[in-house]
């Protein structure tokens, strides 16, 4: 029973890796975009992306066009009409509506579990009481653009 067990999460974890693995799409900033801890200009800025500079797009939220985005080991959330991706070789910019045709995955947001990966180090760290109640989804904070 234990080595069928072991099998079968052998082959569930072969099945599962490649897709995590091409989960994330290419993508460019299309301006200095702020990188930031949460997907709203309320959120701490984490660094800026130059314009022009490549990036990944780890997926994007369902009816916000937030992207969560890795830049030169970083990790943070970029607004999507700063951001372009390769679709059929031509860059495209990132909105809900074409996140299937570009293939990036829809992701959540939770303060704790994504500041505990990937922010622990860092001074607004300990603040996330305050940003744990913060309602982004009904953000008005949206960039101009």
């Known amino acids: 029973m234990k080595k069928r067990l072991i099998i079968l999460a052998a082959f569930a974890t072969a099945a599962v890796t490649p897709t995590i693995a091409q989960a994330a799409v290419r993508g460019f900033a299309t301006t ?4 930031r801890s949460g997907p709203s200009t309320a959120y701490p800025a984490v660094t800026v992306i130059p314009v022009g500079e490549p990036l990944r797009i780890n997926g994007c939220l369902r009816d916000v066009n937030w992207c ?9 959330w970029a607004y999507g009409r700063y951001v372009q991706a390769d679709y059929r070789s031509t ?6 509506d074409y996140y299937p045709r570009l293939g990036i995955p829809i992701v959540t947001f939770d303060v704790d579990t994504y500041w ?9 760290y300990r ?12 953000d008005r904070h949206l960039p101009r653009g």
Do not use: A, K, L, Q
């Open 32 to 35: 200095d975009v702020n990188m």
């Open 127 to 138: 603040e996330r009481d305050r940003w744990r109640g913060h309602d982004w989804r009904h």
């Open 91 to 96: 860059r495209v910019y990132v909105e809900p």
């Open 116 to 124: 505990g990966r990937h922010y622990r180090d860092r001074s607004f």
């Open 68 to 76: 969560d985005v890795s830049w030169t080991g970083g990790r943070g």
